[in-house]
């Protein structure tokens, strides 16, 4: 009955918040395995965190992650290979055809092909690690909630840009993130109306995702938006014919009340938190609020539990979970407290399914790369480079070529970094992570949500 | 000689469908742990622990 991480409804979620994927720049390769590290850590997190259930054994499970895990690193390994390989035979072409009209042709055959110089695979990997360190630890960075929310982050680079020749050329990266159960109404009585709709259980939420942007302008980027999105479950008692009976398969317009209310009170909060840090939150885009309804095998199993815990009407059940904070004029529907195993599986399927999703875009230009007219220069390389060039004295270091075109106005640093808008950071730290991973995958119930304009 | 857009592309496809074949294993050990609670709780409902 368990639905840890359905994938139908991350696409319904993903629609809140992403952008239609036409729109998309294509993303590097080093983004999309970061983005698919953080996945893949998530999954794992989660596995681990499956508490040890006598009777229950999911060691099967454990190895055959391990398994695909295993595979996925070979597949990235074999991506940046023939990466690497594509662009070695890019610059091999291209600087070919400058030695031919200038330098004889014995000199071609020295040049070292960049991705097996130690210190450029050094230099990538440690790139890459802090990328993906970097990324993991935003997205560790988040403990939302009592259920603990999801986080995904999405990287977009400019690959996929055609190259200007001169000028600079703009990088973009979506912070996206789904807050699950950080809403501190249990069950707002008045919806939309009660002071408390919106509320957060953990303010610091905001905070967290304000540090992280933060740290993004502090590196660079400027923040061109913001766009949310909320989702309710649940929450009211009476459908919208006034039968007792909403969220048992009936829909009810309060909750996409309380859901729009959720989007405007974060809102909000967000764009406090991110003032406070001094960082201008230029637009705010609120997504459909979304009521998600229950299954019908999740209302089987309500009315089951219902049943068990000695009521007669199961929405009742949902009722007494949902008035957990009890306000005045609520008297509880049994003597006793909800049992902890009824309460939990009213959690997965209820509070988890109350959240709300972020999504920051931000933008920094770099520099784009800019093609050198063939020329004959001697450059000086650094001593790591120089060590791996074939000791034969037929190759006078004056006619030394290093593996990456000449670009005499930015020789300061040796070019080492494989992709191509990586190649146009010059001037910026080389060991500063130049672009996030991406991500969007939410975590959530399976259930479809119900979209109704407001 | 496959461009650096198929390279992506490719690799970010077969990416996603380990990803995918993970979580459908995740579901599945949440799963387990989950039916053995909701046992466990019919279990005391059959013995009369929860009326």
């Given at each position: ?8 409804s ?12 036409q ?50 690193r ?27 009209s ?33 990324l ?16 995904a982050?999405a ?8 190259p ?6 703009r ?5 996206t ?12 009585r ?40 909320a ?70 199993e ?45 959690d ?39 060590a ?17 075109t ?8 040796p ?21 996030g ?18 | 000689m ?24 995740l ?25």
């Amino acid at each position: 009955m368990s639905d840890a991480v359905p994938v139908e409804s991350q696409k319904s979620r993903e629609k809140t918040t992403s952008v239609p994927s036409q729109e998309r720049p294509k993303r590097t390769l080093d983004a999309v395995i970061a983005a698919g590290d953080i996945q893949e850590k998530a999954i794992k997190d989660k596995l681990t965190a499956i508490p040890d259930v006598p009777g229950v054994d999911i060691s099967l499970e454990r190895k055959e992650i391990d398994t695909l895990a295993r595979e996925r690193r070979e597949l990235s390994a074999a991506a940046d290979d023939d990466l690497a390989a594509f662009w070695a035979q890019t610059r091999g072409a291209a600087q070919k055809d400058e030695l031919d009209s200038t330098v004889p042709t014995n000199i071609d055959s020295p040049r070292t092909e960049s991705s097996n110089v130690p210190e450029v695979q050094a230099r990538r990997a440690s790139i890459r690690r802090q990328v993906a360190s970097a990324l993991t630890a935003m997205a560790l960075a988040i403990p939302f909630g009592v259920g603990g929310g999801t986080t995904a982050f999405a990287s977009e680079g400019s690959a996929a840009r055609p190259p200007a020749a001169m000028g600079e050329g703009r990088e973009h990266i979506a912070v996206t993130d789904a807050i699950t159960g950080p809403l501190l109404e249990k069950y707002a009585r008045l919806f939309a109306a009660d002071e408390k709709a919106g509320r957060l259980v953990h303010p610091e939420a905001v905070g967290v995702i304000a540090d992280v942007t933060k740290n993004l302008v502090n590196q660079g980027y400027v923040l061109d938006g913001a766009t949310i999105g909320a989702q309710s479950s649940d929450e009211a008692h009476k459908s919208d014919k006034k039968q007792e009976n909403a969220g048992l398969g009936a829909t009810n317009k309060e909750n996409i009340k309380l859901a729009g209310k959720r989007e405007t009170v974060f809102g909000g909060l967000l764009k406090s938190a991110l003032e406070a840090k001094g960082i201008t939150l230029p637009s705010i885009t609120m997504t459909e609020p979304i009521e998600n309804i229950l299954t019908d095998k999740e209302i089987d199993e309500i009315k089951m539990m219902a049943e068990a815990v000695g009521l007669s009407n199961p929405y009742w059940l949902t009722e007494e979970y949902n008035r957990e904070e009890h306000p005045k004029d609520f008297k509880p529907m049994t003597d006793t407290p909800l049992p902890p195993d009824v309460v939990k599986r009213l959690d997965h399927m209820l509070r988890d399914e109350r959240k709300v999703t972020v999504a920051l875009e931000l933008h920094r230009n770099i520099p784009h790369f800019e093609p050198v007219p063939p020329q004959r220069k001697d450059i000086q390389l650094p001593p790591a480079l120089l060590a791996t060039l074939p000791d034969n004295p037929s190759y006078p270091q004056s006619h030394y070529f290093p593996a990456q075109t000449i670009r005499p106005q930015h020789v300061s640093q040796p070019d080492i970094i494989r992709q191509q808008p990586r190649e146009h950071n010059m001037g910026k730290d080389a060991n500063q992570p130049s672009r996030g991973g991406k991500i969007a995958r939410s975590h959530g119930g399976d259930r479809q949500g119900k979209r109704v304009s407001r | 000689m496959k461009t650096q857009e198929q390279i992506v592309k490719e690799y970010e496809e077969k990416s996603e469908t380990i990803l995918r074949k993970m979580m459908h294993v995740l579901i599945r050990a949440q799963r387990k742990v989950d039916d053995e609670a909701y046992r466990k709780v019919l279990e005391k409902v059959e013995k009369g622990d929860i009326v």
